[in-house]
């Protein structure tokens, strides 16, 4: 899903601080990945991952919620993709601490000794079946390439132990993560249910998972009132970034 309150241009989207280009992405910038981007939260990070970065959003959205000492690793498995990431990275005022990796998270993950204070990934959610149109498209959104308990595997490896593993799903596949996360020794720490307005059911869920057992918040953000005008929750998370908000 788009956004009308940012500018496009040259198939991508102006946001307040940088631009985003994706046309060579399979997946599109939209709101799954604008509001992961924004509340994932940032307090204490050193370093950050990015697991599937696609066009660079995530790594870009984070990057400008830190500070410059920050320095962020976005992994992407589709080299068109990857390409794109590392060139709006480039014409972003935050070149110099985030690095776009062309790999397969899960082998690139066995060669890493350092650990992530935070990792964030818009995951991939369909059960392979039904074509969609390209393979790189298949890729990005179909867990074939990436299984859930191959990413929450390779996040257990990658994560410090006081830090925040968070993903962006639909409401009914991320409960069965979250169940599945559990079995596999992660505690949720922060969850919040995504509706599009008042009167409807949460479509999407945020969860922030840790291997640190600690307090859990839970919450609800509608993106629009009656009126149809974003919320004021909403507008005050992603006003950061959205042009004319």
């Known amino acids: 899903m788009s956004h009308p309150n940012t500018l496009l241009r040259r198939n991508g989207f102006t946001f307040k601080q940088f631009f985003v280009a994706h046309d060579r992405c399979a997946m599109k910038v939209g709101t799954d990945g604008i509001l992961l981007g924004a509340w994932s939260p940032v307090a204490g990070v050193k370093r950050i991952l990015d697991i599937g970065s696609g066009s660079g959003l995530l790594a870009l ?11 962020i690793d976005a992994v992407e498995l589709d080299e068109q ?14 070149a110099a601490r985030v690095q776009v990796i062309c790999a397969d998270v899960v082998t690139w993950a ?13 995951p991939p959610y369909f059960a392979p079946g039904v074509a969609c149109g ?6 990005a959104r179909y867990t074939g390439s990436l299984t859930h ?6 996040a257990a ?12 799903l639909p409401t009914e596949t991320g ?4 169940e599945q996360a559990r ?3 992660w505690h949720l720490r922060l969850r919040t249910d995504i509706a599009e307005t008042e009167g409807r059911l949460p479509h999407r869920v945020l969860l922030a998972l840790s291997p640190h057992q600690g307090e859990s918040f839970t919450d609800r953000l509608v993106i629009r009132g009656a009126d149809q005008r974003y919320s004021d929750d909403y507008t005050a998370l992603t006003r950061p970034f959205y042009l004319f908000m």
């Not at 993709?81 to 935050?94: K, M, Y």
């Not at 308990?149 to 390779?154: G, R």
């Not at 409960?175 to 979250?178: K, M, R």
Request: proline share 1%.
């Open 149 to 154: 308990h191959a990413l929450l595997t390779c």
């Open 110 to 122: 066995t060669g890493q000794t350092g650990r992530y204070d935070l990792i964030v990934s818009n």
């Open 183 to 185: 079995e596999m020794g």
């Open 175 to 178: 409960d069965l993560f979250l």
């Open 61 to 71: 959205m984070l990057a400008q919620r830190t500070g410059e000492q920050i320095s």
């Open 134 to 139: 390209t393979t790189e498209r298949e890729k």
């Open 81 to 94: 993709a990857a390409g794109q990431a590392a060139e709006n990275v480039a014409e972003s005022p935050w």
């Open 157 to 168: 490896n990658l994560i410090s132990e006081e830090g925040f593993f968070c993903v962006v």
